[in-house]
């Protein structure tokens, strides 16, 4: 089983609707729990950031963590045209010198005006 | 602001060449990586710094060599590259405590 699983999509959908995007992990010590979007021919960026279980919101974008089924969420409402991109999430352990990051490997998503 | 800049942006070799991939980052982060994004296979990371002065292995290190020239440069080279080596390659840094990455613009390689 892969330490990271996510749905590469590709998903498409039209203007205004309420995307869910998905990732399940099988470790259980991972702590932090991030979304990166990359748009075509282009390098990730941070979309959102999380520890621990629990939602958090930032304008149109929610970052959801259920540590106890092992499953993150990343739900985008209203989706616009711009929102088309790919969708990355990654998560690492916990501790002060752990750097590594391990990434799903990403959903397409697609939003149609 | 810059952030963190790659060069080349794109590269053609034939097998057996040699080249360097560059990577610069003007945040004064500690932490900087390699990796490769292929299709069906997200990122993997080859190599990683932790700080100035270490490099560890990755996920696929098989065929690269990187060096940490300094805090801000970190460069990934391939002494022989094959065609397996094509690829799309990142350079990322981390910030802080929370170790947040922050990627490159990435470095089209192709391997004929």
């Known amino acids: 089983q892969k330490e990271v699983e996510q749905d590469p999509g590709p998903l498409s959908v039209p203007e205004g609707a309420i995307v869910s995007l998905n990732c399940t992990y099988s470790?259980?010590?991972?702590?932090?729990f991030m979304w990166y979007r990359q748009y075509s021919r282009k390098g990730p960026e941070l979309l959102m950031y999380?520890?621990?279980?629990g939602n958090k919101e930032d304008g149109r974008f929610t970052a959801q963590v259920d540590k106890s089924s092992k499953y993150i969420s990343l739900f985008i409402r209203d989706s616009q045209p711009s929102d088309s991109a790919t969708y990355l999430c990654a998560m690492r352990r916990g501790g002060g010198s752990n750097y590594k990051l391990t990434f799903g490997k990403g959903t397409l998503l697609t939003v149609n005006p | 602001n810059a952030g963190v800049t790659q060069t080349p942006k794109f590269q053609v070799l034939k097998t057996g060449q040699s080249m360097t991939l560059q990577c610069a980052q003007d945040m004064n982060h500690n932490s900087m990586y390699w990796y490769r994004q292929d299709p069906g296979m997200g990122l993997r990371l080859i190599y990683y710094?932790?700080?100035?002065?270490?490099?560890d292995k990755g996920e696929v290190p098989n065929g690269y060599n990187v060096s940490r020239l300094n805090k801000r440069e970190f460069s990934l080279r391939l002494e022989s590259a094959a065609p397996s080596q094509t690829s799309v390659y990142f350079c990322?840094?981390?910030?802080?405590?929370?170790?947040?990455?922050?990627f490159g613009a990435g470095t089209r390689l192709s391997v004929l």
């Open positions: 990322a840094s981390t910030q802080g405590a929370q170790n947040i990455q922050y």
């Open positions: 999380t520890y621990s279980s």
């Open positions: 710094s932790a700080s100035e002065g270490t490099t």
């Open positions: 470790n259980s010590a991972f702590q932090y």
